[in-house]
Nanobody, 118 residues
Framework: VQLVESGGGLVQPGGSLRLSCAAS????????MSWHRQAPGKERELVAS????????YYADSVKGRFTISRDTAKNTLYLQMNSLQPEDTALYYC????????????WGQGTQVTVSS
């Protein structure tokens, strides 16, 4: 199993970024997937999660209405569209394969850095 994130970078407050997570080594379409983030000095937190067939999603209150999780099963890729970014969104963002919905994850990517600053 391999998860590789990309798309992070430096963006001004109010800006947007789209993160990607390329998955391989397992049947992507049959697993729920999630995005997490960890800011310096803070614990890693769940940002968004999506069931295997995309009908159910979860968002942390802090990103609801600004972030959108999606997946392209033909490309084995998970996405996180992030709009209206704020400095408090600065963190290392990880994708993960869900082992138990909203509570356990068995594989992680290496992370991609998102920095929101003017």
């Amino acid at each position: 199993v391999q998860l590789v994130e990309s798309g992070g970078g430096l963006v001004q407050p109010g800006g947007s970024l789209r993160l990607s997570c390329a998955a391989s080594g397992f049947t992507f379409a049959t697993y729920a997937m999630s995005w997490h983030r960890q800011a310096p000095g803070k614990e890693r937190e769940l940002v968004a999660s999506m069931l295997s067939f995309g009908s159910t999603t979860y968002y942390a209150d802090s990103v609801k209405g600004r972030f959108t999780i999606s997946r392209d099963t033909a490309k084995n890729t998970l996405y996180l569209q992030m709009n209206s970014l704020q400095p408090e969104d600065t963190a290392l963002y990880y994708c993960a394969r869900v082992k138990r919905w909203l509570s356990a994850y068995d594989y992680w990517g290496q992370g991609t850095q998102v920095t929101v600053s003017s």
